[in-house]
């Protein structure tokens, strides 16, 4: 198969930018350096999988596709908050989680929007499908926070947070294994007229592989992100709450800010939206519970889904702002600039730590 030129400027930019991240990263070099370059070889990878994704979704359909994308893309994710842990960083790992949430939620989403309204107008998406995940997010967030709020009243299960968080997890993984199987489904749109990506179609065994491989790649890049993090943020004078919520948040969640984006510009609303509202869902329902059961196996720290009350305030609030804009089944770029103001308020709350 013979790549179109955009497909092979892609790899192009991705192969170099990260073999760049690796030799400083590996060879001591300025920690800011390292930082700024595993950052842009993020983005590159991120494109490269939005690429892949586009192709995927030909044959699979919207549903299937953020599904798959999520899991791919919040592989960074998961292995940025082991390493955190193994660290003692607790206090980052619960911002980064909830920062992923709202990052995705907020931003990523209100960015979509915009980009594509502006591009497009007004525009309609799969709002069942939409209000299917909105409502499953509303309800892991709310079983994910049960903790917290046990711990804020003082009730008698506060004591045993960490028993209380056990079983919250098992209860998630269980719902997010049964929600598969619908997410994965094809609707009948879909089946009819399938849509195209531009330029040449890939096979799917090529597509596949090349979602495996660049997902893997930015889980790689993201460990040197975060490795140059800490005393990249003591030369540039960042809180580490600030550095959880925002920056590890985007950075590790870089494949969805950019293929979301990507297929909102594109006018594939339905395969945006779910692929962006894809990826909180399984924070909520998989990263976050897994890290609860993991946390005693791979040292450091034991984690707990006992988070402190402005997170939790924060996400209850941006969970509610998306269900209300995605009811109608359709978005503007308006709606899209509220959600990105909405972000830039509560990422300013958490500057100063």
């Known amino acids: 198969m013979v790549l179109a030129r955009s497909d092979r400027l892609i790899v192009g930019s991705a192969t170099v930018l990260t073999i760049a991240a690796g030799v400083l990263n590996y060879s001591g070099s300025a920690h800011v350096a390292t930082f700024i370059f595993s950052g842009l070889a993020l983005a590159a990878l ?70 594509g309204g502006l591009k497009h107008g007004r525009q309609p998406f799969d709002a069942d499908r939409a209000r299917t995940l909105v409502a499953l997010l509303i309800l892991a967030v709310a079983a994910l926070l049960v903790p917290s709020l046990a711990s804020y009243v003082h009730s008698p299960a506060a004591p045993h947070e960490r028993a209380l968080s056990i079983i919250a997890s098992i209860v998630l993984l269980a719902v997010f294994a049964m929600s598969v199987p619908s997410s994965m489904r094809r609707t009948d749109d879909e089946a009819a007229t399938p849509e195209h990506a531009a330029g040449t179609l890939w096979p799917v065994p090529i597509a596949i592989g090349a979602l495996a491989v660049t997902g893997s790649l930015a889980a790689f890049v993201s460990d040197w992100f975060v490795a ?76 707990t889904l006992a988070f402190p009350p402005l997170l939790v305030t924060t996400v209850v609030a941006s969970v509610l702002a998306v269900s209300f804009v995605i009811i109608d089944g359709e978005y503007d770029w308006l709606e899209g600039a509220a959600l990105i103001g909405l972000y830039t308020v509560i990422a300013a709350s958490f500057w100063w730590g």
Do not use: M, W
């Not at 908050?81 to 209100?110: H, M, T, Y």
């Not at 948040?249 to 779910?274: K, P, T």
């Open 228 to 303: 140059a993090l800490r005393p990249s943020l003591d030369s540039l004078h960042v809180s580490q709450a600030f550095a959880g919520l925002v920056i590890v948040a985007i950075a590790g969640n870089a494949v969805e800010n950019v293929v979301g984006i990507q297929l909102a510009y594109r006018g594939r609303s339905d395969h945006a939206v779910s692929v962006i509202l894809n990826s909180p869902l399984q924070i909520a329902l998989v990263l976050a519970p897994v890290l609860v059961l993991l946390s005693p196996v791979i040292g450091g720290t034991a984690f």
């Open 46 to 115: 991120a494109a490269l999988v939005g690429r892949s994704v586009e192709q995927v979704a030909d044959r699979l359909g919207s549903g299937a596709t953020g599904v798959v994308q999520s899991a791919l893309g919040n592989l960074p994710e998961l292995f940025v908050c082991i390493f955190a842990l193994r660290e003692g960083l607790v206090r980052v790992v619960e911002a980064a989680i909830i920062g992923s949430i709202l990052s995705n939620a907020l931003l990523v989403l209100g960015l979509a929007f915009a980009v």
